[in-house]
């Protein structure tokens, strides 16, 4: 199978400052520890499928400076890290696709695959699903229950010819963006495949669903 970089998009688990919607129902102290907790089962998982040498794993941190980022990547034990930056989250995908653009050329990797770290279900299955279907596809997508999705991947016919499409136009925030997302490839004949729904942990009730 084609490499592929794995984009973990994570945010620093600092109190009062991630997950907002979940710390009215928890708190903010319990909040920022189910960040923590999730996040560094997104990296397990993730870890544990770049053994097979199909995947580099880069973060994405948000809510640390460059020199925090490093400390807390180094401790989660990711070699590859990049600061979020400015702008909404499809701003956000677009520059790491820039920033790692010489990477990847570098590794010979020919898909890009970016996630979050809200899954507390996200198992390796998942990822190596995706590889596996990025060789007959160009686009895959993990729906999820918020009306967004979960996971994101994208082929080498889309990095070199279509990169702006699944980040124009996008309602960010609101259940139509994976609509949105789909909208923006209506016109064109790409393939693409859609992954199981999962459920993106915001607030308590999606605890409680997924339990």
């Known amino acids: 199978m084609d490499k592929a970089l794995l984009i973990i998009m994570a945010k620093w688990h600092g109190y009062g400052r991630c997950k907002t919607r979940l710390s009215r129902d928890?708190?903010?102290?319990?909040?920022?520890?189910?960040?923590?907790?999730?996040?560094?089962?997104?990296?397990?998982?993730?870890?544990?499928?770049?053994?097979?040498?199909?995947?580099?794993?880069?973060?994405?941190?948000?809510?640390?400076?460059?020199?925090?980022?490093?400390?807390?990547?180094?401790?989660?034990?990711?070699?590859?890290?990049?600061?979020?930056?400015?702008?909404?989250?499809?701003?956000?995908?677009?520059?790491?696709?820039?920033?790692?653009?010489?990477?990847?050329?570098?590794?010979?990797?020919?898909?890009?695959?970016?996630?979050?770290?809200?899954?507390?279900?996200?198992?390796?299955?998942?990822?190596?699903?995706?590889?596996?279907?990025?060789q007959q596809n160009d686009l895959i997508l993990g729906p999820s229950n918020d009306g967004g999705y979960w996971l994101i991947g994208l082929s080498e016919k889309i990095m070199s010819s279509h990169v702006y499409l699944p980040f124009i136009n996008i309602r960010w925030g609101t259940e139509n963006v994976l609509q949105n997302t789909m909208d923006n490839f209506a016109s064109t004949k790409l393939n693409y495949k859609f992954l199981d729904k999962k459920i993106d942990i915001d607030r308590i009730i999606d605890i409680e669903n997924i339990m």
């Not at 941190?61 to 490093?70: D, K, T, V, Y």
């Open 26 to 134: 928890i708190g903010k102290n319990n909040s920022a520890k189910v960040q923590s907790v999730m996040t560094k089962h997104t990296i397990s998982v993730a870890k544990f499928v770049q053994e097979t040498k199909l995947i580099y794993i880069s973060l994405a941190i948000a809510g640390l400076g460059e020199g925090n980022c490093r400390r807390w990547s180094k401790e989660l034990g990711i070699e590859k890290f990049n600061l979020q930056g400015k702008g909404c989250l499809g701003e956000k995908m677009k520059r790491q696709i820039i920033i790692n653009k010489k990477f990847c050329a570098r590794h010979k990797i020919k898909n890009i695959i970016f996630i979050g770290t809200d899954l507390p279900n996200l198992c390796h299955q998942d990822l190596l699903n995706t590889l596996k279907e990025l």
